[in-house]
């Protein structure tokens, strides 16, 4: 299958820094990633789509200032957490798909973000 | 609204045996279906996925079968072995809404030896 990477897989961070966790799709171009946030023991929860060269789409409930998404090329999607709190601890992971609306997303390996 | 259910948490079954996991769904705009493999700390890995022409496909060990009328859909694992032991997680998706994949909350499989 398609390989998508992740950067760093875990990062500790003092409360009020931002933070930037990285996305790459390695064999493949992505026109459409995905951002996801796992608490503990709990389901994958979309937060934003991430599509090439446009503004990214959130989803009800996430803020978008807070959790800001650049899709600059069709093999990167940088997610960066901005002004970090404690609350915003938890593992971050993205998904890439390969084609259209029906194709199979890829998912990194997951970002362990801990905010002290 | 939970739109994908899994409505069983854990799953204990022994080495060999057939491992059937299940989800329901509600929205009928959903026209594709997944199934994903996740260890603690990781991210998920692409199992086998079904389209909702179809109600059966078959890869390897693994088979999912949809039932579009009662919007179900399991996952058979024939044989299980002890390597199978992890969090699967269905998720579906509408062509029509983007793509984007909306997970169940998970069903941790146990295959023991």
């Known amino acids: 299958g398609a390989v998508v990477s992740q950067h760093p897989s875990w990062v500790i961070c003092k409360s009020g820094t931002s933070v930037k966790i990285e996305c790459r799709s390695l064999?493949?171009?992505?026109?459409?990633m995905f951002w996801y946030r796992q608490f503990p023991k709990q389901s994958l929860m979309l937060m934003a789509t991430?599509?090439?060269?446009?503004?990214?789409?959130?989803e009800q409930g996430v803020e978008k200032d807070k959790f800001l998404i650049n899709h600059a090329s069709l093999t990167l999607s940088t997610l960066t957490v901005t002004s970090a709190h404690p609350e915003d601890s938890s593992f971050y992971i993205c998904?890439?798909?390969?084609?259209?609306?029906?194709?199979?997303?890829?998912f990194g390996p997951g970002t362990r973000l801990t905010v002290l | 609204d939970q739109q994908v259910k899994q409505n069983s948490p854990s799953l204990s079954v022994q080495e060999g045996r057939i491992s059937i996991l299940n989800c329901d769904y509600t929205?009928?705009?959903?026209?594709?279906f997944l199934w994903y493999k996740k260890y603690p700390a990781e991210g998920p890995t692409f199992l086998i996925s079904?389209?909702?022409?179809?109600d059966k496909n078959e890869d390897g060990r693994f088979t999912v079968f949809l039932n579009k009328s009662a919007k179900h859909l399991s996952l058979h694992i024939v044989p299980s072995q002890p390597g199978d032991s992890a969090v699967y997680f269905c998720?579906?998706?509408?062509?029509?809404?983007?793509?984007?994949?909306?997970f169940g909350q998970g069903t941790e499989l146990s295959v023991k030896p």
């Open positions: 998904s890439a798909r390969v084609g259209g609306g029906g194709d199979t997303q890829y």
């Open positions: 064999d493949f171009q992505a026109t459409t």
């Open positions: 991430s599509n090439e060269g446009s503004k990214a789409t959130y």
């Open positions: 929205n009928s705009m959903f026209d594709y």
């Open positions: 079904i389209s909702s022409i179809k």
């Open positions: 998720a579906a998706s509408a062509h029509n809404q983007g793509g984007k994949l909306i």
